[in-house]
């Protein structure tokens, strides 16, 4: 047994109400930032977490890995093809082993520094490895993995236990090698066809990559890329897909997977596909079934997603989640904020979480970008609305880059010309969202937002030229739109 261990039961399994217990299952940024709020608060705080490292998705197998991946798999466009005469480009030499190596080194750094060095040097938290689940509402049930069992008694309690790739129901897949994301994150060696079965953030990130490493890449959508967001993002960013080769299927739905050793041979709608290597990348749903919630009556969605409130709390006193397994958007920034309130909740405080200005990022090339609402979403909401789409042509910064693809999309309260909503598809859009953010956290108009000052040269600086079109020609401007 570690000293964590030893601590946590000598602390909180034996009887001190010197102050107050706080339990939680997962070990992922919501509920490491529950557990700091929680230790601020005066709360000893065991961690439960039954994987082999802590950490949860995001440092491990999620946001870290896959922005490596990425941003390798650009530079390596880059030496491709660039824009610029005078710069010749040529096949880059890639080692995809040891980018993998790279990738598990960083990986390992940031859980260090991020989570293992957070717990041990901090008294006030413990960490107790094992599967939890609830006997009542204030005991989990650790199941070890020497088969031993340890009951941890708890004041409140948090559920952070994340979420898992979903595999659909296709004949045949689940006798086949595919990948999930995780797999394709660390792979070794390079597939010369990869096909992705899935249409929205993971699956195109890692599919762009992919095909920037040198795989020949296929992507089946069932629907349409990105068909939840306004759908002009995904009809521009599947024209960048397919100048960069790939092939995009859309309505597209495999019947049948099979594999004979060599290759993936799939039946769809679309005829008879074949690839080397699958990635199965449609969604992730809540690790939530073996928690044994229906004991202790907390309630979920059909899909086992927790349901909480702005403060985070479940339907049963003292029992709080956060992340995605809970019924909240699956950003590991949303995790955090979710934990960190609900930390200062369990401590006696009243924190809330509004997201109704919550931004997203596809980390695409170019990236997708959005804040607020969309013109069908405002307009469901009984809202009147009115827009403006400016194409990146029209941004001196992207000009100089030679990079012009893609659109800004502002949509704005008819009444009042309050924005309400943007939507961004450029090269570093995730570097333009927060300012639009701002704005409609401040309720500003495009007026407003028009007159502000923004720096030239600035990517940025888009959002104050597509504010002006809501009353003026921008080709009209002179270059710094004054």
């Known amino acids: 047994m570690t000293n964590q261990e030893n601590n946590e039961q000598s602390s909180c399994c034996t009887g001190n109400k010197e102050s107050l217990h706080v339990a939680i299952v997962g070990s992922g940024s919501g509920a490491f930032a529950c557990a700091i709020k929680a230790a601020e608060g005066g709360a000893k705080v065991t961690i439960i977490e039954g994987a082999d490292v802590i950490g949860g998705c995001c440092v491990n197998v999620g946001c870290v890995p896959s922005k490596i991946l990425i941003r390798a798999a650009q530079l390596a466009q880059q030496q491709r093809h660039n824009p610029f005469a005078g710069l010749a480009n040529h096949t880059p030499e890639l080692s995809r082993a040891l980018l993998a190596e790279q990738q598990t080194a960083r990986v390992e750094e940031l859980r260090a520094a991020k989570y293992q060095n957070i717990l041990d040097s901090n008294p006030a938290l413990s960490l107790v490895k094992g599967y939890a689940q609830f006997k009542d509402a204030n005991t989990l049930i650790v199941s070890k993995a020497d088969g031993s069992e340890q009951d941890i008694h708890a004041d409140k309690i948090l559920i952070a236990t994340g979420s898992t790739p979903t595999i659909p129901p296709i004949d045949g897949l689940v006798d086949t090698p595919y990948w999930t994301s995780t797999e394709a994150l660390f792979a070794k060696n390079l597939p010369q066809h990869l096909m992705v079965i899935g249409s929205s953030v993971v699956a195109l990130e890692i599919a762009q990559a992919y095909r920037r490493l040198g795989s020949e890449v296929t992507v089946l959508a069932r629907h349409t890329l990105l068909y939840r967001e306004d759908p002009l993002l995904g009809e521009k960013l599947a024209e960048c897909f397919e100048k960069e080769g790939m092939l995009i299927l859309s309505d597209t739905r495999a019947s049948s997977v099979s594999y ?99 931004p997203a990022v596809i980390f695409t090339d170019p990236q997708v970008a959005t804040v607020g609402l969309t013109e069908k979403q405002a307009n469901a909401q009984g809202i009147d609305t009115d827009s403006r789409v400016l194409d990146m042509e029209n941004v001196p910064r992207a000009l100089a880059n030679f990079e012009t693809d893609g659109f800004i999309k502002l949509v704005v309260e008819m009444a009042t010309g309050r924005l309400i909503g943007a939507q961004i598809l450029a090269h570093e859009g995730g570097e333009l969202i927060q300012s639009a953010v701002l704005a409609i956290r401040n309720r500003m108009t495009v007026i407003d937002l028009g007159d502000q000052l923004f720096p030239y040269l600035t990517m940025v600086e888009g959002l104050k030229l597509c504010a002006q079109t809501f009353n003026k020609d921008v080709k009209e401007l002179s270059c710094c739109a004054g």
């Open 260 to 358: 004979d050793g060599q290759r993936f041979t799939l039946e769809s709608n679309a005829g008879t596909l074949i690839c080397d290597q699958l990635l199965i990348s449609t969604g992730r749903h809540a690790n939530t079934a073996q928690l044994n919630l229906d004991t202790v009556g907390v309630n979920t969605e059909k899909n086992g997603e927790i349901i909480v409130n702005e403060r985070m709390e479940t339907s049963v006193p003292g029992i709080y989640a956060a992340g995605d397994c809970s019924n909240m958007p699956q950003f590991v920034y949303v995790a955090a904020a979710a934990g960190s309130r609900a930390g200062v909740n369990m401590t006696g405080g009243d924190a809330k979480l509004d997201l109704s200005t919550m």
